[in-house]
């Protein structure tokens, strides 16, 4: 394991990890469509905001996952990659608030899936 890929497992899990489900994980229950919209577009579509602006997932990831290359087969890095396309593949209708509830739920499910497999590869590589 290199240090270089270390630093970089630990700035995915928490520029992309910590945030992707930040508000949606909070919700009740009973929470509304419209609840699960704005926590989504706040996890999916502003997940890091700064003086610089506002990134989403997409492209935090994007920009992260070039850095991972040498995991290409890793099990973590491409569930990760499934997960993020199938995020991509809804943004648009998210953005709308156009989302059935089940996908919502799909949404969220996605989410948490990044955020438990960044903190797996982030752990694995740490004991290595």
Same mark, same amino acid.
């Given at each position: 394991m290199s240090k270089p890929l270390l630093a970089w497992a630990t700035q995915a899990k928490h520029d992309l @990890?910590?945030?992707? !489900?930040?508000?949606?994980r909070w919700l009740p229950p009973t929470a509304t469509n419209? /609840?699960?919209?704005?926590a989504l577009r706040a996890d999916l579509l502003e997940t890091r905001k700064g003086?610089? @602006?506002t990134e989403g997932a997409v492209e935090i990831w994007q920009t992260l996952c070039v850095h991972f290359e040498s995991l290409k087969g890793d099990a973590d890095i491409q569930a990760v990659?499934? !997960?993020m396309a199938r995020i991509q593949s809804q943004l648009s209708e998210l953005e709308e608030g156009s989302l059935a /509830?089940?996908?919502?739920? @799909?949404?969220?499910?996605d989410a948490r899936?990044? !955020?438990?497999h960044l903190s797996a590869l982030h752990k694995r590589l740490r004991e290595a």
């Open positions: @990890g910590k945030y992707i !489900a930040f508000q949606s419209l /609840d699960w919209h704005k003086p610089k @602006g990659h499934s !997960a /509830d089940e996908a919502l739920e @799909g949404l969220a499910q899936e990044v !955020a438990s």
